[in-house]
């Protein structure tokens, strides 16, 4: 069961506003999908539901809390502009003050968790953020909303150890790039491999310098559903957080590695999304971690909503029938584990 503060939803109604042209999968009706399973939740006696839907657009000096301070000006400028940032990234007039609006519901959602406001808080905004560079919009994505928050987390509100954790079917190059060389916020990463941004998200990319070791890639072959995530949370994702106990998690919720998303190869069922975020938030709730997840993909209908659901489950939900694992994601899952500094010290305590 959740504790007594509210579980926050942060939305607003100008991040539909945002246009990423014609037939883009990147469409203003995501967020109605989200908001019909936050509705539904509601209708469904979730307990402690609250939501904010009137933001204020983030300031440049928390979006340079990520992002180089000249991107963002040039960004800022672009305000009420139409321009073509990457070959995937078209922004419309009403683009840069939606970005703003995702990068504040972040920011916001963050400090409620972290001073006992809420017992956890979904940011429904777009677009999303995980792709976007220090320098460079991508991928559909302009101002990096979860670094932006996790950035802030530690800078602002004497964070130590922020976990960022990214389940979106693509990779964060942009997360990783911003955080790669930094031991206090700890990417990990579940995506289809070898799949877009094509240039990042190999198990081998583990963080340099002092941020070696935190870092965390586990790249899955196309076609992994609800055993191979699951056998992923045990094995990586929450053995990470078991072995850092970060002061912070923050979700990049992407779910288009849903069935039914058009823009992934994976088969995470509805309940395997609830498997997966239960077992995640069952964690966060025994180590008393404050949580704040955002948008990112997700491009189907039910993927959309079967994510929002999941992550407004009141408990743990019933986990799917077990299935066998694709041996091929067993080996990869294996290797992150080999690889991960973080698991193979605490192997190599419990053998002392
Ligand atoms: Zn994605």
């Not at 583990?206 to 045990?234: H, K, Q």
């Not at 995470?268 to 997966?276: E, K, P, V």
């Not at 029938?321 to 190599?348: E, F, K, N």
């Amino acid at each position: 069961m959740r504790n007594a503060a509210p579980l926050l939803v942060l939305t607003d109604a100008r991040c539909a506003l945002h246009d990423a042209g014609a037939g883009h999968p990147e469409r203003p009706e995501r967020l109605r999908f989200a908001m019909d399973a936050v509705a539904a939740a509601a209708r469904a006696g979730t307990p402690g539901l609250r939501v904010v839907d009137r933001l204020e657009p983030a300031g440049r000096s928390r979006l340079a809390l990520a992002h180089a301070p000249r991107y963002v000006e040039r960004l800022l400028r672009l305000s009420g502009r139409s321009a073509v940032l990457d070959p995937d990234t078209s922004i419309g007039p009403h683009s840069i003050e939606a970005a703003r609006l995702a990068a504040q519901a972040a920011l916001e959602a963050v400090r409620a968790v972290l001073a006992g406001d809420a017992s956890g808080a979904v940011c429904l905004t777009r677009p999303p953020g995980h792709h976007a560079e220090s320098a460079r919009a991508t991928g559909f994505c302009v101002f990096n909303s979860a670094a932006v928050a996790a950035a802030a987390a530690v800078a602002g509100h004497g964070c130590r150890r922020v976990l960022i954790f990214d389940p979106d079917v693509h990779h964060g190059n942009g997360t990783q790039e911003i955080f790669y060389a930094r031991p206090d916020v700890l990417y990990v990463s579940l995506h289809q491999y070898p799949w877009y941004p094509w240039s990042t998200g190999a198990g081998g990319e583990i963080g340099s310098g002092a941020g070696r070791g935190y870092t965390v890639n586990v790249p899955l072959p196309a076609g992994c559903g609800d055993a191979e995530y699951a056998l992923a949370m045990d094995r990586v994702v929450l053995p990470v957080v078991r072995a850092w106990r970060p002061d912070l998690v923050i979700v990049s919720a992407g779910f288009d590695a849903h069935a039914a998303d058009p823009l992934g190869g994976m088969r995470l069922s509805a309940a395997g999304l609830r498997d997966l975020f239960g077992r995640l938030f069952a964690l966060l709730g025994e180590f008393g971690i404050p949580w704040a997840a955002t948008l990112e993909g997700g491009y189907a209908p039910a993927a959309v909503r079967d994510g929002v659901a999941a992550l407004l489950q009141p408990s743990r939900a019933e986990p799917p029938t077990p299935q066998q694992a694709m041996p091929a994601a067993v080996d990869a899952i294996a290797a992150a584990c080999g690889r991960c500094p973080l698991l193979t010290r605490r192997r190599d305590d419990r053998g002392r």
